[in-house]
T-cell receptor, first 112, second 110 residues
Framework: DTAVSQTPKYLVTQMGNDKSIKCEQN?????MYWYKQDSKKFLKIMFS???????INETVPNRFSPKSPDKAHLNLHINSLELGDSAVYFC???????????FGPGTRLTVT | GESVGLHLPTLSVQEGDNSIINCAYS??????FIWYKQESGKGPQFIID?????DKRQGQRVTVLLNKTVKHLSLQIAATQPGDSAVYFC?????????FGTGTSLTVIP
């Protein structure tokens, strides 16, 4: 069974569209994250979220919003997509205060 | 934001040799330092971590060294194997936030 799964794996869309990426973890973790990895492999945290606290990286545009229907899911909604949003997006999870994160396989977003 | 950097973007080693991947960090308040391995087309995978009050930790074929005086972290891989070829990231943990370095691409030459 996949520990952290993301859908879709690939997403190609046009500028201005709104899209969502879904993430699910079956590890019973209480904290989930979203990361963006650019073409130079740089990984940047976007959000961390548990049932008590959402921490947003201040550099993330407000077009990006995490939505968590329950503890096992953290979806990423992106409004008004821009060319610069093209990247690989990774979801991850961990137990709170743990340094060991489990990453999903990534979603490659291409904005044309 | 936090700054975590790596000294070398690429590293090539002969199979069977030891590999050393270095990392510099900037925030003395980080409570953990972590190494991740990312294979092509996959998400990063946790390798080993070290708490900020330690200076050395060993795992299976890997050793992490932490030098807080110069804010330097290293990952040593013993008897490097072709399966070790990947991009390696160091990261620092501050509270519930993680800050990753730019990555070092390790290539193992058979």
């Amino acid at each position: 069974d996949t520990a952290v799964s993301q859908t879709p794996k690939y997403l190609v869309t046009q500028m201005g569209n709104d899209k969502s990426i879904k993430c699910e973890q079956n590890l019973g973790h209480d904290t989930m994250y979203w990361y963006k990895q650019d073409s130079k492999k740089f990984l940047k945290i976007m959000f961390s979220y548990n049932n008590k606290e959402l921490i947003i990286n201040e550099t993330v545009p407000n077009r990006f919003s995490p939505k968590s229907p329950d503890k096992a899911h953290l979806n990423l909604h992106i409004n008004s997509l821009e060319l610069g949003d093209s990247a690989v997006y990774f979801c991850a999870s961990s137990q709170i205060l743990s340094s060991e994160q489990y990453f999903g396989p990534g979603t490659r977003l291409t904005v044309t | 934001g936090e700054s975590v950097g790596l000294h070398l973007p690429t590293l090539s080693v002969q199979e069977g040799d030891n590999s050393i991947i270095n990392c510099a960090y900037s925030n003395s308040a980080s409570d953990y330092f972590i190494w991740y391995k990312q294979e092509s087309g996959k998400g990063p995978q946790f390798i080993i971590d070290i708490r900020s009050n330690m200076d050395k930790r060993q795992g299976q074929r890997v050793t992490v060294l932490l030098n807080k005086t110069v804010k330097h972290l290293s990952l040593q891989i013993a008897a490097t194997q072709p399966g070790d070829s990947a991009v390696y990231f160091c990261a620092e943990k501050l509270g519930n936030q993680f800050y990753f370095g730019t990555g070092t691409s390790l290539t193992v030459i058979p």
